[in-house]
């Protein structure tokens, strides 16, 4: 059983920066793939980005809409993983919510149904 909670959401205006982390409780943090969604008003929950288990060389991807402005990081020492936001925008605003999957291999898990834990989120707010 994994336990996560995210923090570090805010208003911030556009252009500006912010960093959400996610610590995580329980044991073997470090074989978990670790995701990040978001969550914008009346919209679904959508893929952001992950790291890979620390097996698989911890390596990241990330969804079109953010490459370049979002990086994926974790410390296992800290069982925790970041997301580290900048060149903000206004479309960024959502609930930001981090999850984990057992990792396996080197694929990718982008959807909602591949992640078996979940944060319970934080809101970032964009504003013009």
């Known amino acids: 059983q994994v336990q996560l909670v995210e923090s570090g959401g805010g208003l911030v205006q556009a252009g500006g920066s912010l960093r959400l982390s996610c610590a995580a409780s329980?044991?073997?943090?470090?074989?978990?793939?670790m995701g990040w969604f978001r969550q914008a008003p009346g919209k679904e929950r959508v893929f952001v980005g992950a790291?890979?288990?620390?097996?698989?060389?911890?390596?990241?991807y990330y969804a079109d809409s953010v490459k370049g402005r979002f990086t994926i990081s974790r410390d296992n020492a800290k069982n925790t993983v970041y997301l580290q936001m900048k060149s903000l925008k206004p479309e960024d605003t959502a609930v930001y919510y981090c999850?984990?999957?057992?990792?396996?291999?080197?694929?990718?898990?982008?959807?909602?149904?591949?992640?078996?834990?979940w944060g319970q989120g934080t809101q970032v707010t964009v504003s013009s």
């Open positions: 790291i890979r288990w620390s097996w698989s060389g911890g390596s990241t």
């Open positions: 999850a984990a999957r057992l990792g396996a291999g080197w694929g990718t898990s982008s959807t909602v149904g591949e992640y078996d834990y």
């Open positions: 329980g044991r073997a943090f470090s074989s978990y793939d």
